[in-house]
């Protein structure tokens, strides 16, 4: 967001160092003010709207500083506060309450002002900053809070907007500071990614670095899978290699022997920081399925807590590599103070099971990168269902969104670049069917693929696992490329195989199109349990998501072909 296109407002900001405080300041331009019906609509170009359901939709800006070395945040004081003297009358909206894709929600759903709120005589919010927390990107403290510009009194129907804020951030030096050194590393690709995040990158001079000269060697990638599969990997290991990289590959029975930690799924962890802070890996690859309490696991997973689901799938736990993610011990694992927001690698899952899975991903990744179909390349789909009849609600609202770029919701994002063709299968416009993908998979050739409609474990864009197979998807990687696929569906990326009614035995249906055909999807980003959407409206997370990924791709793509 920092980096954004900005439409609307400039948000000036200065940060200054004294020991033990960080003196933030903070100056915001007026809003562009719009009529929505009866509600006032409040647009800033650097905030997103973020508040509960039944709560006033007001605009919030993230603050990221990067802190002194070894220091952690304790609290923020408001120093001064400074508002613009005209103030405005209206009502805001109440919040809309995220539901499932799966899950649609209730005929002629509204969301209900919360009473506490809207029927109280007094501000909203009652404290205009968020308490901040402190995540490490390779061993370089983030401190990260939200702020609202904006005071909205519902009873007297005003509101008043923030013209600047003075904060006081109260450090000290961290209780993991041993951790945060172990893992303290930098190179252009850290400093580019501190650059994108934080408000004061200039603060990176005062790092001071131990870089240790008793190393043998790097290694750039890490690969990690068991001896049946391992021989299957081999070709791939020897075309990363043979492309400048070096690759290091750990069997996770020896993991198992040589690693510590309370389960294997942490043993592995073990394993990769140890390979992160001795030979300064970038990138780790999980070579096989994750199992599941019915199925034993090639290559673990650690299952987190969000909400009522106790074990949802993530490999994050693996590349974001600060603290355990079960800081109180209970089991339940990635809870809201345990998370780690910032990963220290690239990582990646080839969910694959036997020899012949291993040979069909890895030959579209190598195909994909050494040889890809030049034609296919500029071609992109963007597929969208009906996913709610009242409010009626359109995944083609959603892709629209995501293919043209734009200001929604608070957010500036690219859209596919302009040297790309692009096909549209929108319900919101016209009746399609699994054998119009088909024909775009096989005959007409596509590069990206960018889905948002009802899906499950075993089913997305109106076809079962069943239908993946290579005589419907005769895209070879040489005649039609490979494509990266993108579905905001729920489940149908559950890489354990789970669904609400239990596990599967059958591999879920981004596992099937990857690994097991020779053809389809080269990858897939997906969910591994439900994607979110907003009845009547798009200012859901997985839309978010879904607009950085495609503004990163469409960066990527922009430089026309030759």
Same mark, same amino acid.
């Given at each position: ?23 933030? &300041? ?76 799966? *899950? ?56 008043? &907007? ?68 391992? %021989? ?31 389960? *294997? ?26 199992? /599941? ?19 949802? %799938?993530?490999? $994050?736990?693996?590349? =974001? ?38 040979? =069909? ?30 409010? *009626? ?10 293919? #043209? ?24 416009? $016209?009746?399609? #069917? ?40 005769? /895209? ?32 879920? &249906? ?23 959407? $907003?009845?009547?409206?798009? /200012?859901?997370?997985? *839309? ?19």
């Amino acid at each position: 967001m920092k980096k954004g296109i900005v439409i609307l407002v400039i948000a000036l900001f200065s940060v200054f160092l004294f020991g033990g405080n960080i003196e933030y &300041f903070l100056s915001m331009e007026f809003p562009e003010l719009n009529m929505n019906g009866e509600y006032l609509e409040i647009n800033y170009s650097d905030c997103i709207e973020i508040a509960l359901e039944g709560e006033p939709s007001l605009p919030w800006k993230g603050i990221d500083i990067l802190l002194p070395q070894d220091e952690e945040v304790t609290g923020v004081n408001i120093v001064d506060i400074q508002y613009y003297t005209m103030e405005e009358n209206g009502v805001i909206a109440p919040a809309v309450r995220p539901f499932p894709i799966s *899950q649609p929600a209730p005929a002629d759903y509204q969301a209900v002002p919360d009473p506490d709120i809207y029927e109280r005589d007094g501000v909203f919010p009652q404290r205009s900053v968020s308490d901040a927390y402190t995540g490490y990107l390779c061993g370089h403290g983030i401190a990260s809070l939200k702020f609202c510009p904006v005071e909205y009194n519902p009873v007297r129907g005003s509101v008043r &907007f923030v013209k600047s804020i003075t904060l006081d951030l109260e450090t000290r030096n961290s209780v993991r500071a041993q951790e945060v050194e172990a893992n303290l590393k930098i190179n252009p690709a850290i400093e580019a990614r501190i650059d994108q995040i934080v408000d004061n990158p200039e603060a990176l001079s005062s790092y001071r670095y131990n870089e240790s000269n008793e190393r043998i060697m790097d290694y750039d990638i890490l690969l990690i899978t068991n001896s049946d599969l391992e %021989p299957s990997f081999q070709g791939y290991i020897d075309f990363k290699k043979s492309t400048g990289f070096s690759v290091a590959v750990e069997l996770v029975d020896d993991i198992y022997n040589s690693y510590t930690g309370i389960d *294997q799924a942490a043993q592995v962890r073990s394993c990769i920081i140890s390979y992160y802070q001795s030979y300064n890996i970038q990138y780790v690859i999980l070579g096989g399925d994750a199992g /599941n309490p019915n199925e034993t696991a090639i290559v673990p997973h650690r299952g987190f807590s969000v909400d009522d689901d106790p074990s949802l %799938p993530s490999d $994050m736990y693996f590349s =974001n590599l600060d603290g355990t993610w079960d800081n109180d011990g209970d089991g339940y694992w990635g809870e809201q103070s345990e998370i780690d927001p910032y990963a220290e690698l690239a990582i990646g899952r080839i969910c694959v099971d036997s020899p012949t899975e291993v040979t =069909n991903a890895i030959n579209k990744l190598i195909f994909y990168q050494n040889s890809p179909v030049i034609e296919d390349i500029e071609k992109a789909v963007m597929v969208g269902e009906s996913l709610n009849d009242s409010p *009626q609600t359109w995944g083609g609202n959603y892709k629209d969104q995501i293919a #043209n770029g734009g200001y929604y919701n608070g957010l500036s994002t690219t859209g596919i670049s302009d040297n790309f063709n692009v096909n549209y299968f929108y319900e919101r416009d $016209m009746n399609w #069917n699994k054998y119009s993908l088909f024909d775009e998979f096989s005959d007409v050739g596509i590069n990206l693929l960018n889905h948002l409609g009802h899906s499950s474990v075993t089913y997305n864009m109106k076809m079962d696992t069943g239908d993946l197979t290579a005589s419907n998807f005769t /895209n070879n990687g040489l005649t039609r490329g490979f494509v990266i696929g993108y579905s905001q569906g729920c489940y149908n990326g559950s890489f354990d195989n789970w669904h609400y009614n239990g596990y599967y035995t059958d591999d879920c &249906f981004a596992e099937k199109f990857t690994g097991g055909i020779s053809s389809g999807e080269v990858a897939s980003i997906s969910n591994s349990r439900y994607g979110w959407y $907003m009845p009547g409206g798009t /200012n859901s997370s997985s *839309q978010y998501y879904d607009r950085f990924f495609l503004m990163g791709y469409s960066a990527k793509a922009s430089v026309k072909l030759d």
